[in-house]
């Protein structure tokens, strides 16, 4: 079994990492890899509510999101720094993701066996 | 003791300001394709200097920038090849692409 920490770094909809990304996460966790998953710059605004996809052409893989502990995925870390940046607080976001100092995320890193940068 | 491995201009991509925000003392970054651009801009060279870089020799010639190079007196760029990259890879923990 091994530590898979996914970070995710871009934007919803403007690009396929995101959704690929989730896609690996899932099946990593679903081959019972202990799954990790980091959302840093842009990526932070998948964890908004009230997101609809189809309106930007693209499949709604964030519905998924609220289906993170059923695969047994515990850790999902907010980058406070983008966080801020973009003025989200804590409250806004539609899962209850960590939302942590970049240090913790330094940390998680660290300690993964691998990182996949989505 | 992580390799940060940045492939894209930070003209274009957030990658390597990513990759500064998150990396810790004892990791190393190596820069390849359009991400040896980092190194002519000194407001990069400046977040550098307490890092251990590396970029690939092949890279650097592609683009006629080996003299530019050798103008960067405040850090050290270690300038390596393929081989020496696998070395690196084996040398850290663990690689990560942003």
Same mark, same amino acid.
């Given at each position: 079994m091994k530590k898979v920490c996914i970070v995710f770094r871009h934007s919803p909809y403007g690009t396929t990492h995101t959704r690929e990304g989730i896609d690996f996460a899932l099946l990593s966790a679903s081959f019972e890899q202990q799954v990790s998953l980091v959302f840093c710059d842009e990526a @932070?605004?998948?964890?908004?509510? %009230?997101?609809?996809?189809e309106l930007a052409g693209? $499949?709604?893989? @964030?519905? @998924?999101? $609220?289906a993170f502990d059923l695969y047994e995925i515990e850790t999902v870390l907010a980058c406070k720094a983008s966080l801020d940046a973009l003025g989200i607080?804590? %409250?806004?976001?539609a899962i209850n993701a960590q939302i942590v100092e970049a240090a913790t995320i330094s940390a998680a890193l660290a300690d993964a066996d691998e990182v996949l940068v989505f | 003791m992580i390799l940060h491995h940045i492939q894209t201009s930070p003209s274009h991509d957030n990658a390597m300001r990513l990759c500064l925000r998150y990396i810790r003392s004892g990791d190393s970054i190596i820069l390849t394709a359009d991400a040896v651009?980092?190194?002519?801009y000194q407001e990069w060279l400046n977040l550098l200097t307490a890092v251990p870089v590396y970029v690939l020799k092949d890279e650097i010639e592609a683009r006629g920038l080996a003299g530019k190079l050798a103008d960067i007196s405040n850090m050290k760029i270690n300038v390596i090849d393929v081989d020496e990259f696998v070395n690196q890879t084996l040398h850290h923990s663990k690689v990560i692409t942003w």
């Amino acid at each position: 079994m091994k530590k898979v920490c996914i970070v995710f770094r871009h934007s919803p909809y403007g690009t396929t990492h995101t959704r690929e990304g989730i896609d690996f996460a899932l099946l990593s966790a679903s081959f019972e890899q202990q799954v990790s998953l980091v959302f840093c710059d842009e990526a @932070v605004l998948h964890l908004l509510p %009230n997101q609809q996809a189809e309106l930007a052409g693209s $499949k709604d893989y @964030v519905a @998924v999101f $609220k289906a993170f502990d059923l695969y047994e995925i515990e850790t999902v870390l907010a980058c406070k720094a983008s966080l801020d940046a973009l003025g989200i607080d804590q %409250n806004e976001l539609a899962i209850n993701a960590q939302i942590v100092e970049a240090a913790t995320i330094s940390a998680a890193l660290a300690d993964a066996d691998e990182v996949l940068v989505f | 003791m992580i390799l940060h491995h940045i492939q894209t201009s930070p003209s274009h991509d957030n990658a390597m300001r990513l990759c500064l925000r998150y990396i810790r003392s004892g990791d190393s970054i190596i820069l390849t394709a359009d991400a040896v651009n980092v190194l002519l801009y000194q407001e990069w060279l400046n977040l550098l200097t307490a890092v251990p870089v590396y970029v690939l020799k092949d890279e650097i010639e592609a683009r006629g920038l080996a003299g530019k190079l050798a103008d960067i007196s405040n850090m050290k760029i270690n300038v390596i090849d393929v081989d020496e990259f696998v070395n690196q890879t084996l040398h850290h923990s663990k690689v990560i692409t942003w």
